[in-house]
Structures are given as C-alpha cells and as structure tokens.
C-alpha cells in the first residue's frame, strides 16, 4: 500500500512538472491563413500549424489577413476542435512581420457595454382615414332605424361623389341601442332608441378632406368621430429611423470605449426595441354643421413622426 501511494506520488510530481512546462510561453512565426474550422484561423510555418483559439482579438486590424507575416507569443493549449486542423494555440500578444512600426498588439480587458440609440424621423402623410357617422333617435326602435337609414344612403352617394374615384367607402360599424332612463330605487325604462351608423373613408387626395366632411354634413351625418393620417408604403421612412438609431446606439458604444481607453471588438447582440408611428394632429373648424354648409372646414395636415429604438450590446476592450 505504502509503495502505490509513492508511486502515485511520483506521477502527480511528474504529471505536474509536465504541465507547468507544456503551459510555457512560445513565440510562433508564419502566415496567416484561413482554415476550414468555422471562423478560424491558423499560423502557417512550413509543415507545422497552429490553430489560434482567440482571432477574434486581432482580426479588426487592418494586417490581420491572409498571407501576413506574423510574430505571435501564446501558449499551446490540450483543448479538442471540430476538425482538429493544427496545434490549438491560444495568442497572447502579435504583431506583422512586414511593418516594423506596428507596435505589438496585446489584447486588454474585455467587457460588454448596453447601450441604446434613439431617433424621430419626419415624413408627410400620403393617406387620410376619416370615422363619419350618421345617428338618428326616436322612441320607436323601428322608426329610429329607417330614418338612420334614408340619412345614411344620403350620406354614403355624397362622400363618394366628394371623395372621389380612388377612395374607399366603407360601413364600419353600426348599433341600434335603447336610451334608457334611471331613477333612484326603480328599475331602469327605455325612452325611446339610438340607430349609430358608422362609415369609414380612406382617401389620398388630402386637399380634398375639409369638402368631403362638408359633403357628409350636408347629407345628414351628425358624427365626425376623427381623423387619422398614415402611410400607405411607410417602410423607407421606417428604415430611415432605424438606420439612424443604430448609428446612434454605435456612437453611444464607441464614445464609452473611448472613455475607458479602448474600443470595440465586435458588437454581440443588436435587437430593435420598437417601432411607433406618432400621427399628426389635424387642424380643423370646430363649428356646427349647420354652419359647416356655408364655411368651408379647412384641415390643415402635419408631418408623421416615425419613432425607433435600437438596443446594442457591444463587446469592449479597455486597458483598464
């Protein structure tokens, strides 16, 4: 028993020693060439290979490229890859051989920054969506509906002369309900009946809003529920937006590196947080529509605001 454990002993001194040496610092010179490892690189001398672990830490100057000479101190490292093409070599510092300006390249401490970019990009509306609607009340739920419907016929033939060809007119929604009265300590009674009929129009031609809501009044509706304004096509202008936060969020990312006396290595995630259309808020007369026959309703049309975020994590190198 006594003899196992020396022995044992004897190994582990000597597998120790082993280590210590195999984990010694070398210096490697060759070229640099691509391998068939995903992302991988080696150092080329004559028949002898050396895959390095970390390109990554070099591969952002403008030498690091095939065919450069180059001068790398590392340490060999017993660690399996996919196809096991050279000697895994794990680089501490390098540098070309061909430039004998360059100063040695040693790679600092790394860290992940969060940073996120803003921007509000400006663009003009090309479509209007108008909510029009015609209500009619009556103590008779029937007599309520058959007027709501004489007005609204009326209404629809008007918006779609004064809209014009290229517009849409469309029912978007209707409601037949009873008004019902209530009193303290008695069950609620009905007072007669409200008939809503709601009719949407979208239209491009936007001179043309303040007539078309004339037209609706003349008709008969009684209801301009609101007015919205959009893009039909809105993706150049949402590009543009998020183009311009990325390029802020970058900025953001260099200005910190810069602050902790490094730069960035390369960014690890990129994740847009947002995208918002901030509508325009029409300008239009607030009169009766009684009025509204004999006063053109003038809309005055504003600019989209597109809003986008962009969230990036960015790998930092600092001397820290």
């Known amino acids: 028993m006594k003899r196992l454990l020396l022995i044992t002993s004897v190994m582990a001194v000597i597998l120790g020693t082993a280590t210590v040496l195999h984990a010694k610092e070398i210096t490697v010179r060759g070229k640099l060439q691509k391998t068939v490892e ?14 390095i672990l970390n390109p990554k830490n070099f591969d952002s100057n403008d030498w690091f490229k095939v065919g450069a000479n180059v001068e790398a101190v590392g340490e060999v ?3 399996m890859t996919m196809f096991m093409e050279g000697t895994p070599f794990e680089v501490k510092s390098m540098r070309p051989l061909d430039k004998a300006d360059q100063a040695v390249i040693t790679p600092g401490r790394l860290t992940r920054v969060m940073v996120v970019g803003d921007s509000i990009v400006q663009a003009q509306p090309d479509t209007a969506i108008l909510t029009i609607a015609v209500v009619t009340q009556n103590r008779s739920a029937i007599e309520a509906q058959q007027e709501n419907a004489t007005k609204t016929d009326a209404v629809l033939r008007a918006l779609k002369a004064a809209a014009g060809a290229g517009a849409e007119v469309k029912t978007s929604g209707y409601a037949l309900q009873p008004q019902r009265v209530y009193k303290e300590g008695q069950p609620p009674t009905i007072s007669g009946y409200e008939a809503r009929n709601m009719v949407t129009v979208t239209m491009s031609d936007l001179n043309k809003i303040g007539s078309v809501i004339d037209a609706a009044a003349q008709a008969g509706s009684n209801d301009v529920s609101g007015i919205a304004f959009t893009l039909r096509q809105d993706r150049p202008a949402r590009d543009r937006a998020l183009s311009e936060a990325t390029r802020e969020a970058m900025s953001k990312a ?6 902790l006396g490094g730069r960035v290595m390369r960014i690890v ?3 847009e947080d ?4 901030r509508p325009p808020v029409p300008l239009y007369q607030t009169e009766s529509f009684a009025t509204a026959a004999k006063v053109a309703t003038p809309i005055e049309v504003g600019s989209l605001e597109i809003n986008s975020r962009v969230q990036v994590i960015a790998e930092v190198e600092t001397n820290l």
């Open 38 to 51: 995903a992302g991988g690189w080696l150092i080329v001398k004559d028949d002898t290979k050396y895959l």
């Open 77 to 79: 490292k017993e660690v």
């Open 254 to 259: 260099q200005v910190i590196a810069q602050s």
């Open 269 to 271: 995630e990129v994740q």
């Open 274 to 277: 947002g995208f918002q259309q």
